[in-house]
């Protein structure tokens, strides 16, 4: 029981620690990250009015700077974190890279999968439709405007082909002259052809299921499956606030209220992770062939190599992370929809404290409350909110690979004697 109690405050009274040491840095980096953010989307804007496939790049560089937010607020709380630094001091010494750029190194680490989440949970749809917002204001009345022009086949295609291009020209200069500008240019087109990926692949996948319910045969069997639902419709009518859900229902709830929180416990097992592993296995020189075959293996060597070194560190912490007692997860969970939850009391007690005011006065005061909490639609931003997650979730990071570093150190000692 005693255990059980501690698994639940350990990471509690961790992330308390961590918010006192270090809430000056993490609410500047917020504020940086809003700023940015603001600015990079007016540009994407003021591009893409002109030119399409600029305005796309400037926008993966909307996400790309929130992804470098999450990434810088974990460098500022590593000092922090002793379980972490001395699983930090085991791993290899030799990726000179991450020394001398930690944060790139990371960021480039995480890129795929964060974006991923981002996709999947509607985010890169809620960027494009501001975006798109902003543009159709700016834009001159009665001007059409398509700053999307590139999302046809040949369009996205041709896209991702340059940022391929320019990624390979960047890697083969850093090659040649190690430079930070190099690789933030291999980060940059590396966000860059994922957003639009990610963005065309959404597109055609409505357009697919718009083009498979417009099929005559798909109605009619539409019909046929609701055949149950129009006799049931007879039966005696229960009010949808009496009614029990199903216990199948439920489950699914209960799986999506703990999904969220577990997939930013992973990303920032990924983050904290990189440097864990071994340094990656030396690349064979270049074969300077003259056969198309050999030219063809050598270039794909140069975008799949650098893709398996970077995410095979991963595993080290993920497993760490993922081992936490069981107490431990469903309090890392609670805490983090709590944290939601709470952003939204914030706001219902500031409405109810600030009264009634004319519209100009109150989009003042809810642009204020914004910046800490979050728009009362998306509780899922603000600088003050975000730095608690991010403590949270570094907290429940160092509390598990502290754990799983002194139970190996009790099996250690036990085979000793």
Known sequence: MTTTIDDILRPLALTVRLLAQCWPQLLLIGCIGMIAHDLLLQGAVAIGLQFPLGGMVVLSLVVLARLSVLVMMFVILRPHMPALAALRQKAAK???????EPALAITA???????AYYAAWGFLGDTVRE????ALAQADLGKSVDIFAILQSSGVILSIVICWLVRFAAKRLNARASHPYWRLLIVATDATWIFIGLYALGVWKDE??????????LQQIGLDLL???TSAAAAEFVPVEFRP???GEQLQNLFFFALLPIVWL????????????APAAATPAA?????WRKWLKDFAAHFVGGYRSRYAPVWTCLKLTLSAGLATLVTFVIAYQAVSWAGAWIWYGLTRLIGAHDLGTWQVFADTISLFIGSPSELDGGILLDAVRVALLAAVLETAVGGARGASDVRSAVRQR
Not at 94 to 100: D, I, P, V, Y
Not at 109 to 115: G, K, M, R, V, Y
Not at 287 to 291: E, R, V
């Open 94 to 100: 030799g990726a000179s890279e991450t020394k001398r």
């Open 109 to 115: 680490a995480a890129i795929l999968p964060f974006f």
């Open 131 to 134: 975006y798109s917002r902003m």
């Open 208 to 217: 697919l299921i718009r083009w498979l319910g417009a099929g005559a045969a």
């Open 227 to 229: 055949a149950p639902v």
């Open 245 to 247: 859900l199903p216990l």
């Open 266 to 277: 992973v990303m920032a097992a990924i983050i904290n992770g990189y440097e864990l592993s």
């Open 287 to 291: 074969l300077h062939a003259t056969s």
